[in-house]
């Protein structure tokens, strides 16, 4: 199962990565003059991590993570001191974090960090650890050495994998982004970012959740919603554990649902409903198989084959990931199978041009009915039932 976490307004899981909260620890201020004094500190740490200068980077603090980053092409790198707790030569700090990958990221992406400080006999200070903030999801490079593998359309940094294994995977990202191109058409970036922890645990910590939440979970892809171009690229979140379970098949039907999304982006917002967003990712995911809807589809099937056709479409509460399996599994084969009714009955134009004509409304209020009058030239009510007469002639 693939997924795409979304807030209205803000990030997806974005809302994690991108726009986090910034808390404080406490304790007296440390001072305008300790702040300034720390902001220099960081400006020649964020020099020797973009130089790679070990020796550098050591006169700023404990080496840490810099090694694992080592790898990992970076176009810009910052800190931003907010605010400096504590008093005599210890201390913390609260510090905003922008980077880019070189050639995906066109604007930073901005994470919250706290380190923890002494003052050598100089006077100096000096960061002892530098780890994500509280709320703040983690960096892959906090998991371990990054390992970094180029496709032609994809860059995928891996943690705890083997370089082959990460291959394996821009391969197939590099599949997936000239057959989402097809299909959905050129108004995108053209490329993906695909992230790969060790495992669901590691999934989950560059999420910012809970690894419950994930454990069934193949990939989730994080971003802005709009997708506006100064953005950071989307980034593909891999769960290894869950996706080594998967054929051939279903490996490339996630990376390509996944890319999809990435795709997509600049047309998805709060007016988009999920049915529309997984269910158009799926369709395309599933597009170049030979998966029969009951294949594709068996929860559904299932349910179908026993009399008990959906009475409405999958609200956007039936894909959370933390409810019934089997209910998130229905929800997403009926969204998928929404779709594959419009390109079957109005054409796969049609269906791009529908998705995008939902995306063109700021609200959800009247943005599916709108653009199934103008696009479709029907209604909701009418549509669902066409839907569930598709579902009886497709998988009964």
């Known amino acids: 199962m693939a997924g795409r ?4 307004g803000c990030a997806v899981v974005a809302l994690v990565l991108l726009l986090v909260s910034l808390v404080g620890c406490g304790g007296p201020a440390a001072g305008a003059a300790g702040q300034a004094d720390l902001q220099r500190v960081l400006d020649r740490r964020s020099t020797a991590v973009l130089d790679r200068d070990r020796a550098a980077f050591a006169r700023t603090g404990a080496p840490g993570w810099f090694e694992n980053l080592r790898g990992v092409p970076l176009a810009s790198w910052s800190y931003r001191v907010t605010a400096l707790h504590g008093s005599g030569d210890r201390a913390t700090a609260d510090a905003e974090l922008r980077y880019r990958i070189e050639g995906y990221d066109n604007a930073p992406v901005t994470v919250g960090r706290i380190l923890t400080l002494t003052k050598d006999r100089g006077g100096h200070w000096y960061v002892e650890t530098d780890k994500p903030a509280r709320k703040s999801a983690q960096q892959l490079w906090d998991q371990g050495p990054v390992t970094v593998v180029r496709g032609r359309h994809s860059i995928v940094l891996g943690t705890g994998q083997s370089s082959e294994s990460l291959h394996t995977y821009a391969d197939l990202a ?3 982004v000239p057959n989402v191109s097809r299909v959905w058409g050129l108004d995108w970036t053209g490329h993906v970012v695909v ?10 910590g560059l999420l910012g ?3 419950s939440q994930y454990r069934g979970i193949a990939a989730v892809t994080t971003g802005e919603v709009g997708g506006p171009p100064q953005a950071p690229a989307d980034r593909i979140v891999v769960n290894p554990d869950a996706y080594a379970l998967l054929g051939p098949v279903g490996k490339q039907v996630v990376l390509t649902h996944e890319t999809t999304h990435v795709a997509t982006r600049a047309h998805t917002n709060a007016a988009t409903p999920l049915w529309l967003s997984e269910g158009y990712a ?7 198989t030979d998966r029969t809807p009951a294949e594709a589809a068996p929860e559904l099937a299932r349910a179908v084959d026993d009399g008990h056709v959906p009475s409405a479409l999958p609200t956007d509460k039936d894909f959370g990931f933390s409810g019934d399996p089997t209910k998130l599994a229905e929800s997403y084969e009926g969204g998928w199978l929404a779709c594959r009714l419009i390109a079957d009955r109005w054409g796969q134009e049609r269906l791009g041009q529908f998705y995008r ?3 063109d409304h700021t609200s959800r209020a009247g943005s599916v009915e709108d653009a199934m ?5 029907t209604d909701p009510d009418e549509f669902t039932r066409q839907w569930q007469d598709y579902l009886r002639t497709q998988l009964g």
């Open 195 to 204: 992230l790969v922890p060790g495992s669901v645990e590691g999934m989950a």
């Open 174 to 176: 590099d599949d997936a």
């Open 282 to 288: 799926d369709w395309i995911g599933y597009l170049s």
């Open 209 to 211: 959740s809970p690894a």
């Open 5 to 8: 976490r979304r807030a209205s």
């Open 373 to 377: 009058r103008k696009v479709l030239g």
């Open 357 to 359: 004509a939902v995306g």
